[in-house]
């Protein structure tokens, strides 16, 4: 999944997440709880609200397992937003400057390779959000590609972090989740892990931090009760479009109870599993 035919040197995972959840548990108050929820192994689906870029950060440092993760493409490559932002600055591209801005930008791309490189080992997996190619059918070609390749990831027994609401809520509002993971779930017959995060909204702005905010809240992430295959909607009698809508509001449910209830972060709110026809 990588766009280099060079082989980089990249840092591994684990002394960095060591280094990073110390510094996180010293600097602010994060209460996580159920990590003992997540399968030990196996492939299985990690679901969460997505409020802040610090989420998929909490989920990876303090997760007992490695985690793979799909994120926009655009945080693949800041050598390319730097250089957009570079080409606008006034005499950029007068003849003059040339040499330097032929080195910065020799400089910038190489940076740009070695992040995307970092990126992948640590498990990411760049995905084009509202792709929509020359036409449709490219369009629903390269979804089914990345489908196919999460498919392939459960397959190899990976923890794979999806965010079912396709985006950050802009007001820390809980969104509609997409019927994507309970298809894949579906698919795959592997197990969702529903989870909540409260108290991330906005922390990586920086205002955040700049008014001593970030060091005083609390950030509290909880792991809920693996919703196994065996309890999924039956496909043969639903259909597979109907039991992924009665997934998805089922997983809906638990993960909203995941985030408001501070009780219940040891498990996840009861609600039936086995949705009847009637009821969708």
């Not at 509290?220 to 909607?233: E, H, L």
Request: aromatic share 8%.
């Amino acid at each position: 999944m990588t766009d280099t035919q060079f082989t980089v040197a990249t840092i591994p995972f684990e002394p960095v997440r060591d280094i990073l959840k110390t510094a996180m548990d010293q600097l602010f108050h994060v209460e996580v709880t159920g990590l003992e929820s997540i399968p030990e192994s196996g492939g299985a689906i990690l679901v969460c609200n997505h409020t802040d870029n610090l989420d998929p950060m909490i989920q990876g440092l303090y997760s007992t397992r490695r985690i793979h993760f799909l994120g926009k493409e655009e945080l693949f490559r800041p050598d390319d937003q730097i250089l957009e932002t570079l080409a606008q600055a006034p005499g950029w591209s007068h003849p003059v400057f040339s040499p330097i801005r032929l080195t910065v930008e020799g400089v910038l791309r190489l940076y740009g390779l070695y992040h995307r490189s970092q990126m992948e080992t640590w498990g990411g997996h760049p995905i084009r959000r509202a792709f929509k190619g020359d036409s449709a059918k490219d369009a629903v070609a390269y979804y089914q590609e990345i489908e196919d390749q999460m498919l392939e990831l459960l397959k190899e027994g990976h923890l794979l972090s999806i965010f079912p609401e396709g985006t950050r809520s802009e007001t820390g509002v809980m969104a509609a989740f997409k019927p994507m993971t309970a298809r894949l779930a579906l698919k795959a017959k592997v197990p969702i892990v529903p989870s909540g995060i409260r108290g991330a909204h906005g922390f990586s702005d920086v205002r955040t931090f700049l008014s001593g905010e970030a060091f005083q809240r609390g950030i509290y992430y909880n792991v809920g009760n693996p919703i196994q295959p065996s309890d999924f909607p039956d496909v043969e009698e639903l259909g597979e479009k109907a039991a992924a809508r009665a997934l998805t509001e089922d997983l809906q449910k638990q993960v909203y109870a995941l985030t408001l209830h501070p009780e219940r972060r040891s498990r996840g709110r009861e609600v039936p599993r086995k949705t009847r026809a009637r009821q969708l």
